[in-house]
């Protein structure tokens, strides 16, 4: 089985800071990862995913996660943020012989961009 | 350019009532998911279809969920004798397919409320 760990519920930041958010996974088989964004009122949407080759990956909105397999963790990264990220992320896994591939989601973190 | 759709945006009902709540995927997608996400937490999964057939329903908590995708098109999500612990935000996703990863993409979700 596999457990996502998210461990800060909320991070407020400053518009133009960088920030990480930081998402630890649990699993005895290989997996896919991923972080999803959710705006209010709106559903949720894909940022990035890692699923083989380079362990640092590029998203949307000038995110990225870098994937670490000995510390089980892909925390994402953006060098300096704006109001507009103001969102709920979450972080994801799939464990690879999952025929399903249904999607195990951390609690969340909230993030809060501040002017 | 439709994407998943789900009516209705909310629902409230009284406890022990029957509610259904309605997905359509985007077309031509064969993989439909339903995921259930209560306050505070990520979205968990409740049940996959791949086509007309549930694939995986392990994540439904109870005989009292249901769900059904009979054309294996639109699915819907039935619930019987409501308790006020079902109080969640119910998400649709739907893939192209599974024989491979593909992308999960989300509907805005169905808001239940039982009092």
């Known amino acids: 089985a596999q457990s996502v760990t998210q461990l800060d519920s909320q991070v407020p930041v400053f518009e133009e800071a960088p920030v990480e958010l930081r998402c630890n996974y649990s699993?005895?088989?290989?997996?896919?990862l991923f972080w999803y964004v959710q705006y209010p009122n709106q559903g949720l949407q894909l940022l990035l995913k890692?699923?083989?080759?380079?362990?640092l990956v590029k998203g949307i909105n000038g995110f990225e996660a870098e994937f670490n397999k000995s510390q089980t963790s892909f925390h994402l990264r953006k060098p300096s943020v704006h109001i507009s990220d103001t969102a709920e992320y979450f972080c994801?896994?799939?464990?690879?012989?999952?025929?399903?591939?249904?999607?195990?989601f951390g609690s969340g973190t909230r993030l809060l961009v501040r002017p | 350019g439709a994407g998943v759709s789900q009516t209705p945006s909310n629902k409230v009902t009284e406890k022990g009532k029957y509610v259904e709540l309605r997905c359509d995927p985007i077309?031509?997608?064969?993989?439909l998911y339903w995921y259930r996400q209560s306050l505070g937490q990520g979205p968990e999964f409740l049940i996959y279809?791949?086509?007309?057939?549930?694939?995986?329903d392990s994540g439904l908590p109870n005989d009292r969920f249901f769900a059904v995708r009979p054309e294996g098109s639109v699915s819907t999500l039935k619930i019987q004798r409501t308790e006020r612990g079902d109080s969640a935000v119910y998400l649709c996703?739907?893939?192209?397919?599974?024989?491979?990863?593909?992308?999960?993409?989300f509907g805005p979700g169905t808001r239940l409320t039982v009092l």
């Open positions: 890692y699923l083989s080759g380079s362990t």
């Open positions: 699993s005895s088989v290989s997996v896919y």
């Open positions: 279809f791949q086509g007309t057939g549930a694939a995986d």
């Open positions: 996703a739907s893939s192209p397919s599974t024989l491979s990863y593909n992308e999960q993409f």
């Open positions: 994801a896994v799939i464990g690879r012989m999952d025929s399903s591939y249904k999607l195990i």
């Open positions: 077309s031509g997608h064969t993989a």
